[in-house]
């Protein structure tokens, strides 16, 4: 197992025991008035992706799995599985907050920053900052949600938009 693995694999789960800890602490009453307090659990999977620039390697099939936990101060943290768009197994690992839109509970802004691992050889280069094989990433996206169903368009910078649909637990 190379390093750059091994050190990702250990960072990731460092994260998620801190989320498991916030969400502990939430369950317990602890923090509230920092309104880290459980909210709850989302999971959404890409459903259309589309390249501002395609090329010939790019593969608009994102197969994106992303479970993320709420917080009632609109903060969330989440992990994305999903083939890159030169169909390689990466990961996002990330925190965010949202905004409402439009004086409504249902349309809002979202934006989401971490690191993203798994551009590998060739196409290491096509992210800016993949040195180490883990780059930094931020993701702007608008949603809309009713009820338990939620759909988002996020806006991958320059390279492309993907919508996405989920379910709020």
Known sequence: MSLKIHVLKKFSLGCLLACLCFELQAQDGGDEGHGWKYRGFNIQTSLYTKHWDPEPDHTDHQHLIGPEIEFQ??????????????????????????????????????LVGGLLHGYKEPYEDKIPFNGLGVAPAILPSFGVWYKRVMAEVQIAGAAAITITAGLRF
């Open 73 to 110: 101060n609109d903060y969330l943290v989440g992990l994305a599985f999903f083939q890159n768009s030169f169909d390689q197994s990466s990961q996002f690992l990330y925190i965010g907050k949202t905004w409402g839109l439009f004086k409504t509970d249902w349309f809002y802004f979202k």
